[in-house]
């Protein structure tokens, strides 16, 4: 049985910032704190195991526990705490429970891609925060921060625009990592600003999964090199104090030269480039881990990896996969060393463009194909964000890294959190609609789906409470099934209501009025309404 309570009180908590996420919670939802309401502990066990978190609810004693190994693993219980009551206007049913749960893998890594004016960029920072704490609460343990996106900028370390975006991104820094995540950041191997000399340029990718986004620079030119390095010192130089954990190198898209000093870029320009780069870090930051990407690695690039990884052994962390099915060879090869194996599922643009441009992404069943593939040898994520329209994703996914947990299940406990009063059954089937319509293509659309997944989103919507019908993850829901309707049935994004649809949508992301000035790349993360 189920004992109500409208009213809370934590009674001890051995960790501020637990504390004040479970209150922030809780009174937004309108609960009131009060010394008779239901008794929460928050405490740090250091005898449990790191990340791991144990629940104990007593609705008949007004009293439940919280207890993790360490900050994370009570976030985590936190997180859970919440999930499990059954949650009403203004208060909550709370059933007895007793849980202990601790994660399967060890990097559980949210990308905040933040670049071309998206949200991880142009975003207040105490919203961008917040995000990330919720999606704390579903298990991540790591953020991955581009401190300093050169694709937008110019070579000016003086520019204002340019330190006020690495202050910010500083000041997000120090936020994640106060609360015990892993702190992850770029290093660009021959990545360059925008008014790098054309000189300098490298070879183009001959392979289009590879891309030639930005300016990379042949770093087997002499100029180049030096180009590069300078640049890259500049970056440690201002980067180097913060509490960064991870290092991470990344070799096409952008990045890559295909001249013959360079080739192959994956296992040559780009790995000796990154092990120079490296040492330098080490000698500042004797405590850096290091990840490689292999991002499009084809079969040569990889086994001159492995060759190199088994000479030199400085590699802490590989991350593999594709725009489709993850790569083979990985899967057919151990890591040189038990060097863990990270994936990096591509949450944001598969499929549909502009990337959030109609709303929500929700891709359970691709993801769980995906996820079947890998969840034998892969020891973490990196879950690529270009905003916050992947919300369902980002959870799924974290889910998966957490206990291996259905895609389905993770779908209805997000339900019931965020989307009380809605049938979880209900907005299941409004995931798959939206799912088997996630195409750019009109004649590619199932008949009927599209109207038949508004029908169902105005149904769910009718059953929200006022503060759930508001907020902005239902909101991306609801504006997709919308928009939906528009662009395949309607084959229009210019009506009324598709227009002001896609208004609402750019209002949600905080995106800036539209300019020929934020670059072309800002229109493959707007939604498609340029005014």
């Known amino acids: 049985m189920d004992r109500e309570f409208q009213s809370f009180h934590i009674t001890a908590s051995s960790d501020p910032v637990a504390g004040r996420i479970l209150r922030e919670r809780l009174t937004e939802r309108g609960l009131a704190e009060e010394q008779s309401g239901l008794k929460i502990e928050l405490a740090v066990k250091p005898e449990l195991a790191a990340e791991s978190f144990a629940l104990h609810c007593?609705?008949?004693?007004?009293?439940?526990?919280?207890?993790?190994?360490?900050?994370?693993?009570?976030?985590y219980g936190v997180g859970k705490f919440l999930r499990s009551q059954r949650w009403r206007a203004g208060g909550f049913g709370c059933s007895a429970l007793k849980l202990a749960e601790k994660p399967e893998r060890r990097l559980r890594q949210v990308y905040c891609a933040g670049h071309f004016h998206n949200f991880w960029q142009v975003a207040p920072e105490p919203v961008q925060r917040r995000c990330l704490e919720d999606l704390v609460l579903w298990g991540a343990n790591s953020v991955h921060l581009l401190i300093l996106p050169v694709i937008d900028f110019d070579d000016d370390w003086e520019n204002p625009q340019l330190k006020a975006q690495m202050d910010k991104m500083a000041a997000l820094v120090r936020s994640f990592a106060a609360i015990g995540l892993k702190i992850s950041t770029d290093v660009?191997?021959?990545?360059?600003?925008?008014?790098?000399?054309?000189?300098?340029?490298?070879?183009?990718?001959?392979?289009p999964r590879r891309g030639n986004n930005g300016r990379n620079v042949c770093i087997s030119k002499p100029e180049g090199h030096e180009y590069v390095m300078r640049n890259f010192r500049n970056y440690l130089e201002r980067v180097r104090d913060l509490p960064i954990h991870f290092w991470r190198f990344w070799p096409y898209d952008e990045g890559g030269c295909t001249c013959e000093a360079c080739s192959p870029w994956g296992s040559n320009g780009f790995?000796?480039?990154?092990?120079?780069?490296?040492?330098?870090?080490?000698?500042?930051?004797?405590?850096?881990?290091?990840?490689?990407?292999?991002?499009?690695?084809?079969?040569q690039e990889w086994e001159g990896l492995?060759?190199?990884?088994?000479?030199?052994?400085?590699?802490?962390?590989?991350v593999a996969d594709g725009h489709g099915d993850f790569p083979r060879w990985p899967l057919?090869?151990?890591?040189?060393?038990?060097?863990?194996?990270?994936?990096?599922?591509?949450i944001s643009m598969w499929g549909l463009g502009p990337w959030g441009g109609f709303g929500a992404t929700v891709l359970p069943r691709h993801f769980t194909g995906l996820w079947n593939q890998v969840k034998g040898k892969a020891q973490g994520c990196m879950l690529y964000s270009e905003g916050i329209y992947e919300d369902l994703n980002k959870v799924i996914e974290l889910q998966f890294y957490w206990n291996d947990r259905p895609a389905e299940a993770t779908l209805r406990e997000y339900a019931d959190y965020?989307?009380?009063?809605?049938?979880?059954?209900?907005?299941?089937?409004?995931?798959?609609?939206?799912?088997?319509?996630?195409?750019?293509?009109?004649?590619?659309?199932?008949?009927?789906?599209?109207?038949?997944?508004?029908?169902?989103?105005?149904?769910?919507?009718?059953?929200?409470?006022?503060?759930?019908?508001?907020?902005?993850?239902?909101?991306?829901?609801y504006l997709r099934a919308v928009l939906d309707v528009e662009r395949l049935v309607g084959r229009t994004v210019q009506s009324e209501t598709a227009v002001a649809a896609l208004?609402?949508?750019?209002?949600?992301?905080?995106?800036p009025?539209?300019?020929?000035?934020?670059?072309?790349?800002?229109?493959?993360?707007?939604?498609?309404?340029?005014?």
Not at 188 to 207: G, I, M, W
Not at 306 to 316: G, L, S
Request: net charge negative.
């Open 503 to 511: 208004r609402e949508l750019i209002a949600l992301y905080g995106l």
């Open 188 to 207: 660009y191997v021959n990545q360059s600003f925008r008014n790098t000399p054309k000189e300098l340029y490298a070879r183009p990718n001959t392979d």
């Open 306 to 318: 492995a060759a190199r990884m088994r000479e030199n052994p400085w590699i802490d962390y590989v």
């Open 271 to 299: 790995l000796r480039t990154a092990e120079e780069m490296a040492r330098e870090i080490r000698a500042v930051r004797p405590d850096a881990r290091f990840i490689v990407s292999t991002w499009t690695f084809d079969r």
């Open 58 to 75: 007593e609705p008949e004693r007004a009293h439940a526990s919280v207890a993790g190994g360490d900050l994370l693993g009570l976030l």
């Open 418 to 477: 965020e989307l009380y009063g809605a049938d979880p059954e209900e907005f299941l089937a409004l995931c798959r609609l939206l799912e088997l319509d996630h195409v750019n293509d009109p004649d590619a659309a199932p008949a009927g789906l599209a109207q038949k997944a508004l029908a169902l989103a105005k149904k769910l919507d009718a059953a929200l409470p006022e503060a759930g019908r508001r907020s902005w993850r239902w909101r991306l829901i």
């Open 513 to 531: 009025k539209y300019s020929e000035e934020l670059g072309p790349m800002h229109r493959a993360i707007r939604p498609p309404l340029y005014e």
């Open 332 to 346: 057919e090869h151990e890591l040189p060393g038990g060097v863990p194996l990270i994936t990096f599922p591509e």
